[in-house]
């Protein structure tokens, strides 16, 4: 188990060096700059502007920086300790030397901040949203759908299946405004727009909508993972040794159709820790999701 752990972590080095290669690539390739021409603030001369572009490091090579390791080769300097970060001292080696040590850079769009302060900033409201998102995700989905599975094609397995299809088929946005118009307009039990997001109660709509939207789709894959066990050789033995129906369900069944399920949650549940951008901008929560809104 854990050679298996150190293979999978081991591999999530060259996995997140290829997605950060791309996503430079893709944003090195899109036309313009941080500091170029915009109507809604001062413009800046070309002067300034390169002394924007190198303070930032812009002015530097996109990838290797073989120029200076040929100047610093060239001057007699043969010592690989040195060559190296002569050769990676470029925007994407620096962006990725900084990375490592918890330095994501400056933001262009908030002068005199840095992006993980911001995203710090940010983040504790994401946090508590998806934290309620995660229980009602979990809470609802798991026995539901192990429920289902048991019950199959009942009145139970139809009205979850209900469900699930109407948590998967409705987009978020529709459902969140939904929940506003009913509940906040009509009915009058939450509040449309409040300010006060340092207290839980503001999050309990969001975290309830969003949780809806990805119980269902935790329900579903439970309910199949469940049923595919439900019917195995070693649970009709487990059955015929006389052990109860909670014992077989619990110590039998649930044990070999987690599996599949918990390779589903672990990326959920960072999902949405890390901030759900539609139901952030529908209710207004000052989260990671509705800054990246703002911010384009």
Not at 37 to 44: I, M, T
Not at 197 to 217: E, H, K, N, Q
Not at 238 to 252: D, N, Q
């Amino acid at each position: 188990m854990v050679l298996f752990c150190a293979r999978r972590i081991l591999w999530a080095i060259p996995v997140l060096f290829l997605v950060a290669l791309i996503t430079f690539t893709l944003m090195h390739q899109a036309p313009g700059g941080p500091f170029d021409a915009d109507g809604s603030r001062k413009q800046v001369n070309e002067r300034t502007l390169r002394a924007l572009n190198a303070y930032f490091g812009l002015d530097k090579p996109p990838y290797i920086n073989t120029e200076q390791m040929f100047n610093q080769w060239q001057e007699g300097d043969r010592n690989p300790f040195s060559l190296t970060p002569a050769l990676i001292d470029s925007q994407f080696g620096n962006y990725l030397l900084n990375a490592l040590q918890g330095d994501l850079g400056p933001s262009y769009r908030q002068r005199g901040k840095h992006v993980q302060d911001i995203l710090l900033e940010q983040w504790p409201y994401s946090l508590r949203l998806g934290s309620i998102a995660i229980v009602v995700m979990l809470v609802g989905g798991l026995p539901l759908g192990v429920l289902a599975a048991m019950k199959q094609n009942t009145w139970f397995d139809h009205l979850s299946r209900l469900i699930t299809t109407v948590g998967i088929a409705i987009p978020a946005f529709v459902l969140g405004l939904l929940v506003l118009v009913i509940f906040g307009t009509q009915l009058q039990w939450i509040a449309v727009a409040t300010s006060d997001w340092d207290t839980w109660p503001p999050y309990l709509a969001p975290g309830l909508v969003l949780g809806f939207v990805a119980m269902a789709g935790v329900t579903r894959i439970t309910r199949a993972a469940v049923l595919e066990v439900r019917h195995h050789d070693y649970i009709r033995t487990a059955r015929a040794k006389g052990l109860s129906p909670y014992g077989v369900i619990g110590r039998h069944m649930l044990r070999n159709a987690a599996i599949p399920v918990i390779t589903v949650l672990a990326p959920l549940m960072i999902d949405l820790l890390l901030g759900a951008i539609i139901i952030e901008a529908v209710f207004g929560v000052p989260g990671i999701g509705r800054f990246f809104c703002r911010i384009n």
